[in-house]
Structures are given as structure tokens and as C-alpha cells.
């Protein structure tokens, strides 16, 4: 069995103290947004418990699906990265970057630069920045295939979309297929959903190309964030249902109106062909304190 945990959105407070000058535009109604709603909702006191309990399940891989930061201030990137490293050592814990984590252009390669050891393929050397175009990477542990894709571009004010884009895609087929191939469990991380409906200005821009590319192309697992909510839908595929799951955000609190703070553990066993995988959700509830198992069920096999 291989165990893998999945949190995302942890959107890790508090915002640096920044220079003026790092605050006109898009980060200053960021910033304004995180003082007047994440502040109330979002911390330390609910995150801290939660990782707490996922630690004490061993589990044998830590995914992280992005918007670990706020306005990409590069101090928030050293947050990032001491949080990621809390999680375990770099080849346990993977990463992919949401649109807060790259909320403007001259911010596009922190998440790059402070989280590579989290992102950095097999074939690339762990110390050394991957870039853009380094996605989708892939880090094979044991029987599974962890497949990390990039939806961050820099967007607008009050945008927060994602986009995969053409060459990405081409790559991500490509790996999915010789990843099948080779038999393992590819499980795929993205922030954006490539699923389900939401509004323009927050959606993944190619979802449905990205759906075909994962349907025809085949994956065992799709872990996504960005919507603070528990979420679980499915791509079709020529051997079946793909499970698509999202987390709501990690520092939620057990009322926050989107969604108790949780995270899922999915437990994977069988082999090519015939792969089995239980998903246990962990987390807070509305009005009771403490950490709790809410769900467990089967999502493949
Ligand atoms: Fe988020
Ligand atoms: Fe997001």
C-alpha cells in the first residue's frame, strides 16, 4: 500500500510587511482581501492542528496543490518554503503553484526559485530551479507516478484563472501515456479543477482540453485545490471513471462558509490494471473543535 496525502490552499498568513512600491495594482486589493476576509478565517490555530494530525499518519508522499501565498511578495516564498518543509524532506513533499503563488508577472519565478526542491522532477537535479517549462514533471515513488501540473499565469486584477496551455498539454499526454506504460499509478496534481463549472474569472481557461488530454491520454488520480472546497467529480476514460478531487483550503476554520479545513489521505493498492484507491477525508466540522476523520470511501477500483 502507499499512502498519499493531499492538502491545498493553505494561503499562509500573515502577509510581510511590503514597500509601497510592491503594493500598487493587483497585490493591493489582494492585500485588501486577505485583511478583510482571510484574516478572520484563515491561520495558524486550525492549520497548525491539521498538519499535526497528517503528520501522525506517516503517509508515504505530501501533496501540496498550490496557493500557498497570498499576493506573491517574495517573503511569503520563504513562509512557502519553511511550511513545505515542515511537511517532510523535499523527495516526500510535492508542490505545484496556484494562481496566488503567481498573482503577478514580476512574481512568476519566485514559487520556482524558493520551492524548487518540491518541484524538481526525477530527471531534473533537486537543487537546481526548474522554469516554466520544466512542467509537467514527474517523481516516481515506488508504484506511483507523481505528475505535477502548472496552471499559473499572472492575471488581472480581480482574475484569478489558470491556464495549461498547448505545449503543456502535449507533454502531459505524452508522460501520461508512457507513465501507463510503465504500469504505475499516475496521479496528477493540478490547482486549477479541470472539472466542474465556476465563474469565468476563476476557471481554468483550457479545462476541457485538459480533460481530454487526462481522458484519452489516462490517469489513476486527479488532485486539484483553488475552490476552498471538498469536491468529487470524475473524467471518463476508455478503462473507466477517473476520481478528480478537491480539498477544501488547509487553514480553514471548522465554520468557514466554504468549507472545513481538511485534507484527504487516498490509500493505493492493487496493480496496473487493476488499481484500488480509498480516500479518507480528515479535518473540522461546523461548531465542534478537533481534528476528525468525516469520510472514508472508495474512489477507483
Ligand atoms: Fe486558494
Ligand atoms: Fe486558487
Known amino acids: 500500500m502507499f499512502v498519499i ?27 485588501m482581501n486577505w485583511i478583510g476576509a482571510r484574516r478572520r478565517n484563515f491561520g495558524a490555530a486550525t492549520l497548525t492542528p491539521l498538519m499535526d494530525d497528517l503528520m501522525a499518519h506517516a503517509p508515504d508522499h505530501v501533496c501540496v496543490t498550490g496557493d500557498l501565498v497570498n ?10 518554503a519553511a511550511f513545505l518543509t515542515s511537511l517532510g524532506p523535499a523527495d516526500k513533499v510535492t508542490v505545484v503553484p496556484g494562481n496566488h ?14 520551492w524548487a526542491p518540491f518541484l524538481a522532477g526525477d530527471d531534473s537535479h533537486p537543487h537546481t530551479p526548474v522554469d ?6 514527474v517523481r516516481r515513488r515506488g508504484s506511483v507516478a507523481i505528475v505535477g501540473v502548472s496552471t499559473a499565469v499572472p492575471t488581472a486584477v480581480f482574475l484569478a484563472g489558470g491556464h495549461v496551455g498547448r505545449s503543456q498539454r ?14 504505475l499509478f499516475r496521479a496528477v496534481m493540478i490547482h486549477h479543477p479541470p472539472v466542474g ?24 488520480l486527479v488532485m486539484h485545490g483553488h475552490d476552498h472546497r471538498a469536491s468529487l467529480g470524475t473524467i471518463a476514460s476508455a478503462t473507466g471513471d477517473i476520481p478528480v478531487v478537491g480539498v477544501p483550503s488547509a487553514s480553514a ?49
Do not use: Q
Open 253 to 301: 476554520g471548522p465554520d468557514d462558509e466554504r468549507g472545513a479545513g481538511r485534507y484527504n489521505l487516498y490509500r493505493v493498492t492493487g496493480g496496473p490494471g487493476a488499481w484500488r484507491c480509498e480516500m479518507e477525508t480528515r479535518g473540522y466540522a461546523p461548531g465542534e473543535a478537533g481534528v476528525r476523520a468525516r469520510e472514508r470511501r472508495p474512489i477507483l477500483g
Open 132 to 137: 516554466v517549462d520544466a512542467f509537467p514533471f
Open 101 to 114: 503563488d503567481a498573482y503577478v508577472r514580476s512574481a512568476m519565478h519566485y514559487h520556482l526559485e524558493h
Open 5 to 31: 496525502a493531499h492538502l491545498s490552499d493553505p494561503h499562509l498568513g500573515p502577509i510581510p510587511e511590503a514597500r509601497l512600491s510592491e503594493l500598487l495594482g493587483k497585490r493591493f486589493f489582494g492585500m
Open 197 to 220: 463549472a465556476r465563474a469565468f474569472h476563476r476557471d481554468l481557461r483550457d479545462a476541457e482540453a485538459v480533460r481530454e488530454v487526462i481522458g484519452s491520454a489516462g490517469a489513476e
Open 71 to 80: 499576493v506573491s511578495l517574495p517573503a511569503e516564498f520563504d513562509t512557502g
Open 170 to 183: 502535449a507533454r502531459l499526454a505524452d508522460l501520461l501515456r508512457r507513465l501507463g506504460e510503465e504500469g
